[in-house]
């Protein structure tokens, strides 16, 4: 296992000139988005797709949309961190996993015209190595639209643990 270098993503995040507004943002996120669980069980009932989208009408459209854009990793893995270490949800902490995380994983190049960036993939590894929470939001992330290079880095990163079968891990402090 490679050594831990640099501060945590949490510690990153805390660092921040713009956390409280990104703090904003993620108590905005789940105050729209409700609880994840029931929002994926009633989709599922109905048999149709789970849709969660930012609309221009939303009455808090700014703190909504910097978790639709795409194109600032940092500012992903801020979000991320910040919503793992405030909140014991598990619906919302998987719907984050499948969604930021997730985009910040899978990085499709054919939409940014970029590869995901070595170092934010380092830090992915290197947090999910460090947070047991984290590392159980890693488990949750779909690896289809990844490299192979990346899916088999977060494979090993992940282990045995899985969203699906193990409890969800204490919340990581700075």
Known sequence: MRPEFGPSELQRALARDDKDWLLRCVGVYRQWSGDGDDEIEDAKEDDQPCSINADDDEPWYDELNPWFEMGDPDRGLALVALAMANYDDVGFLVLISCGMLEDIVSHHPK???EPLRQDILARIIDEARRTARFRWM???VWTYGCTEAVA?????AVGTVNVDNDPLPPRPYA
Do not use: E, R
Request: aromatic fraction near 0%; charge should be positive.
């Open 111 to 113: 939409a940014t015209g």
């Open 138 to 140: 890693l488990s949750a």
């Open 152 to 156: 088999a880095a977060i494979k090993q």
